[in-house]
């Protein structure tokens, strides 16, 4: 699927199962809840913290995916072609990155 496919999925979905778009706010406050959920799961399966015995099951891949669709909705509302947008900023990173991470000391 394409990024401007998952984008029409998403709008469709929302439009016809989820019965609205939550507002912004509403929706950058999910977003970050969900990062949350995506950090838990990283700094227990790979840093120091150890999972609670009540910690259910912990799907990293199902929690990025909860992240990645809460982004296209708020592209979605705020007008943004999230594909137009990765390009440019592929583009800037190409541009403005091209020797910095090649020149790291600490990168070595």
Request: charged letters at 30%; hydrophobic letters at 35%; a negative charge.
């Amino acid at each position: 699927m394409t990024i401007k496919e998952a984008q029409q999925k998403v709008d469709h979905w929302i439009n016809t199962t989820g019965v609205r778009y939550f507002n912004e706010l509403t929706n950058m406050a999910i977003l970050t809840e969900e990062v949350g959920e995506v950090a838990r799961i990283i700094s227990r399966t790979y840093g120091e913290q150890s999972f609670k015995d009540r910690d259910e099951e912990h799907d990293l891949g199902d929690e990025m995916a909860d992240v990645l669709f809460v982004l296209i909705c708020l592209a979605n509302q705020t007008g943004i072609d999230l594909t137009e947008a990765l390009q440019k900023n592929l583009v800037k990173k190409q541009t403005r990155d091209k020797e910095r991470h090649k020149n790291n000391s600490k990168l070595k």
